[in-house]
């Protein structure tokens, strides 16, 4: 494929390129079943889409008619996408090789632009086909319109403020530990020898994946979504913190499969048992699961739900969890 | 404890088809500070990474302290001190949590006062409970050194270590190593670019091209470059890789 001329001016976009299309080369061509895979997920999608085609004009209309709630969505999404890629462009521009090449500030705008933006397109327009989709196979097609401009307006306007919105300074965009918890050693004049910080680590990194731009999308949807009209104040508290807690246990679930990868790297050379390795990174990990998904569990109870469901589910979880954790620390410990 | 520190015998290592370190010999003895020098990409740190155990080796022996690091491993490391890269650290753990951590997995019983004292020399007391991702380049690289000094290893391996610390603490670092040095407390490996500490501090040298150590220089031989100035170092180095 020829590189655009209009490319070559524009040396940081031109990088992308050539590695995107060294990609496409390197991946070679496409193989017969990964097109056979495709056709398979395609034909399912339809029959799922038929067998709900009743539902779906309903949902249609749900939609249209909510078309304010889908339109703050679309904000919320929107600018938590864009600030958080934003942030990483920054970052990364800073990193890059290019970085100190005599590049306009025009031409590095351009390119953080570009990266940061270029998701949203692709989910807007993955968004649109569906809900086109759905108004083919329900014939809802006057609902369309409304309901892809309210996004298109929805997309923008989050797009715009995030990208306009001053990020945080140069040195605080990289610390992942300003949403952590910071720990006063009780004696700081010693040192000894003790495993508490591989249990803090995975806290740690739970709670700096919990940093707001990511916690406000998650009120944001509870709050619209799984607060049915018509309960208590008391019950939508209760919703509301069930789905933090469970927000919670998610990243702690993916902290302890992140930080056993980087641990039993960073700890390889030295004579480390399993059980010294295992114990120390699982043990407070999962004392939060279980006091989390018991509060949890308790606060879905309190809002109605059927309690051996709640319960049923609640163990579930647990048992996934020690799955995932024993598979994680076993493939990460090597002696 | 034997007084050779490490022993690499035949060592071949490969990276999936390419072989990367072709039959590789090595002996450090404890008192010795060997350099390991030569070009970008001919094996240097896969070396370090099969002296330290991160990577499989595919043929040959290595020893630490007479124990091998493939069936002997605990033992093989609890005489080892490994700096990481920096970029290895963990970022959302203090540097008095890493030392914690490490000399837990280290078993050791204490952490030994002395190396407060050379925390305070580098000055890194002060970033000591702070997060490792607000470090910069030279206080990740002092956090490492630290951790390879916790327990008063015997063998010491150090890639590119002093780069990016600053010449007092530089200094300080290599008056250290050469002090544990002189009571025969441990071995230095050391992978290098610098002339420098090849002809200010190391014992011995070794060049290695293509996954192969192309030429040794003994104690003596250093010794001879060293009174020869840096520019007989500089010429001996481009003799042995013409030669190699």
């Known amino acids: ?335 | 404890m034997t007084s050779r520190v490490l022993d690499v015998a035949g060592l071949h290592a490969k990276y999936g088809a390419h072989e990367v370190l072709r039959g590789v010999e090595l002996h450090i003895a404890a008192g010795e500070w060997f350099c390991l020098l030569g070009p970008n990409g001919v094996g240097k740190s896969t070396l370090l990474s099969c002296v330290t155990g991160r990577m499989r080796i595919d043929a040959g022996e290595v020893s630490v302290c007479g124990f091998s690091l493939v069936t002997q491993a605990v033992h093989a490391k609890r005489c080892l001190g490994v700096a990481s890269a920096p970029e290895q650290l963990p970022d959302l753990l203090t540097g008095r949590q890493c030392l914690e951590v490490y000399a837990a997995a280290k078993q050791l019983d204490r952490i030994d006062p002395e190396l407060l004292e050379l925390a305070a020399q580098l000055k890194f007391t002060r970033f000591m409970d702070k997060c490792v991702d607000t470090y910069s380049l030279g206080t990740r690289q002092k956090l490492a050194v630290l951790l390879a000094l916790l327990g008063d290893p015997a063998l010491i391996v150090l890639d590119e270590a002093f780069n990016g610390l600053d010449p007092a603490s530089a200094v300080t670092l290599k008056h250290l190593l050469r002090e544990r040095l002189s009571q025969s407390r441990c071995g230095v490996l050391l992978a290098t670019h610098s002339l420098d500490i090849v002809e200010h501090y190391a014992d011995t040298a070794a060049l290695m091209l293509d996954g192969r150590v192309a030429h040794r220089w003994s104690q003596a031989e250093i010794a001879d470059l060293r009174r020869g100035g840096g520019e007989g170092l500089e010429a001996a180095l481009a003799a042995a890789a013409e030669r190699g």
């Not at chain 1, 109605?304 to 024993?326: D, I």
């Open chain 1, 1 to 335: 494929m020829q590189t655009p001329t209009w490319l070559l001016r524009q040396p940081a976009l031109l990088s992308r390129w050539l590695a995107c299309k060294e990609r496409v080369r390197r991946a070679g061509p496409v193989k017969a079943a990964a097109i056979a895979l495709a056709a398979v997920i395609g034909l399912a999608a339809l029959i799922v889409l038929l067998d709900f085609r009743f539902h779906l004009q309903s949902w249609m209309v749900a939609l249209h008619d909510y078309w304010v709630p889908v339109l703050a969505v679309a904000i919320v999404h929107s600018s938590t996408v864009v600030l958080r890629r934003h942030r990483r462009a920054v970052i990364g521009w800073a990193d890059s090789w290019l970085a100190v090449a005599p590049l306009s500030s025009g031409s590095v705008r351009l390119t953080q632009a570009i990266d940061s933006l270029a998701p949203l397109l692709w989910q807007y327009l993955a968004v649109c086909c569906v809900l086109m989709l759905m108004a083919m196979v329900s014939g809802g097609w006057t609902l369309f319109p409304r309901l892809v401009a309210a996004i298109a307006g929805g997309t923008i306007l989050g797009a715009a403020v995030a990208w306009w919105k001053p990020l945080h300074k140069r040195h605080e965009l990289r610390e992942a530990s300003r949403y952590t918890r910071s720990v006063a050693p009780k004696n700081a004049a010693s040192l000894q020898p003790s495993d508490r910080g591989l249990a803090h680590w995975c806290v740690a990194r739970a709670m700096s994946m919990g940093r707001p731009e990511n916690a406000r999308m998650l009120f944001v949807f509870v709050t619209m979504f799984a607060i049915p009209a018509g309960v208590s104040a008391l019950q939508g508290l209760a919703i509301m913190l069930s789905w933090t807690i469970a927000g919670y246990l998610v990243a702690l679930l993916s902290s302890v499969v992140t930080v056993a990868s980087a641990a039993g790297h960073w700890l390889h050379p030295t004579p480390m048992s399993f059980g010294g390795f295992a114990g120390p990174i699982a043990s407070r990990a999962l004392l939060h699961q279980a006091a989390g998904t018991a509060l949890a569990a308790a606060g879905v109870i309190a809002s109605g739900s059927p309690w051996l469901a709640v319960v049923k589910l609640s163990l579930s979880w647990m048992v996934l969890v020690m799955v995932v954790y024993a598979i994680a620390l076993r493939m990460s410990y090597r002696t």
